[in-house]
């Protein structure tokens, strides 16, 4: 281009922004709209979860409450020993896709729930490498055709991430893992292990209802549908009497092991995920006056040690709230907290392998989900502190 020709293009440039006709910088940005921000933070809590049990968005704290000071403390942080575990890639030591798409889902959740992100906690590290593995299993289409165990642990997990962090990375991941877990459930009822075969049994379906609604909750309402079925098939498999849930219909057995239904049934599982289940789609509490009288009846003991009940049922007795949430409330602190492996013992902070989960999973999974009872705890905790300081 010739020098007459640039002078002539800036000559014109400089007459266009000094013209009267050519608004101004400032009166542009009086007659804009103002911008929208990415993200504000907002309370992500519905109406009927004044804990946020589908959604934690609290501020770091520290590793143990103020009022872990009573409770005992022998024993070092459970994130210690998670953070331990975890090796430079990412992956918690585990061998085998599924398993080790489970276990990484599972260990990130107690960081969440102590409001340990990527970006913030003393934990960050160790939550931006299990993140960043945890999608890339997503990305790479590795787990369309894992068990709905697997579909909805990972889908929970990511979609938690997303709403406390907003990582717009993750967004992509979340869709694709609840779009995948609502290809896998049966036609007009809920979910079985292996998607799309067997009938549906009511644990499958409790935590694929988890998923989608911590996605909802993310602003990612992809699976509203599949929730209104499920909703009614949850209903299907209790008995409105005994307030019991089975595991495929009402009248089944109350517990299971690795997927399958028990005679014996030490504790109610089922009747806890089913209840928890059916509090997120909705219910009200007073409608589940039988179901919390089976929990009321059944707080966690050390003899029948199961941590997946304590999961469910502490996060179902916590949405009850009345008597059944202060038996639950006095078993966490006096059972669950206590049943931690002492220092000097077999990997200390750590809890022993119970529950479904832990018989598959082993010690991570037995560990990640009896933090999140004790969590619980302290999700009352931080509601009372809040109401007083309102008062």
Not at 73 to 79: E, G, K, N
Not at 207 to 228: C, D, H, N, T
Not at 366 to 374: I, K
Request: aromatic letters at 8%; one cysteine or more.
């Amino acid at each position: 281009m010739s020098r007459p020709l640039v002078a002539s293009v800036l000559a014109l440039v400089v007459l266009g922004l000094a013209s009267p006709l050519a608004p101004s910088v400032a009166d542009d940005a009086e007659t804009r709209p103002p911008r929208k921000r990415f993200f504000t933070p907002k309370d992500p809590r519905p109406a009927h979860d004044p804990y946020r049990l589908v959604a934690m968005a609290a501020p770091p704290v520290e590793d143990l409450p103020r009022s872990a000071s009573s409770w005992d403390v022998d024993a070092p942080s459970p994130f210690e020993w998670l953070r331990a575990e975890q090796d430079q890639g990412g992956r918690w030591r585990r061998t085998g896709l599924e398993r080790d798409a489970v276990a990484n889902a599972l260990a990130l959740l107690p960081f969440f729930a102590n409001g340990q992100t990527h970006r913030f906690g003393s934990y960050k590290k160790t939550v931006h490498r299990g993140l960043i593995h945890l999608r890339r299993l997503v990305e790479a289409g590795s787990l369309g055709r894992a068990t709905v165990l697997t579909q909805a642990l990972v889908a929970f997990t990511l979609a938690e991430a997303y709403l406390i962090s907003r990582y717009f990375t993750l967004r992509y991941a979340v869709a694709r893992s609840i779009h995948d877990l609502c290809a896998a459930r049966m036609p007009g009822s809920g979910w079985s292990w292996e998607p799309r075969r067997g009938p549906a049994n009511s644990l499958a379906t409790v935590y694929a209802v988890r998923a989608i609604q911590m996605a909802e909750q993310a602003k990612l309402p992809i699976g509203r549908p599949a929730i209104r079925e499920a909703h009614d098939f949850l209903r299907e498999v209790t008995d409105p009497e005994t307030g019991r849930a089975g595991y495929r219909r009402a009248g089944d057995a109350d517990s299971i092991t690795l997927g399958e239904p028990t005679e014996a049934a030490p504790v109610p599982l089922l009747t806890a995920a089913v209840t928890h289940g059916r509090l997120l789609c909705g219910e009200s509490p007073e409608t589940l006056a039988a179901s919390a009288a089976v929990l009321e009846r059944h707080p966690p003991t050390a003899d029948r040690a199961c941590a997946t009940y304590w999961h469910l049922g502490s996060r179902a007795a916590l949405q009850l709230g009345g008597a059944t949430w202060e038996r639950w409330r006095t078993a966490i602190a006096e059972v669950v907290w206590t049943l931690r492996t002492p220092r000097g013992g077999t990997e200390p902070g750590s809890w022993a392998p119970s529950g479904v989960l832990g018989e598959s999973h082993g010690r991570l999974a037995t560990t990640a989900e009896a933090f999140l009872a004790v969590d619980s705890y302290w999700r009352w905790e931080r509601a009372e502190d809040a109401k007083r300081s309102e008062n």
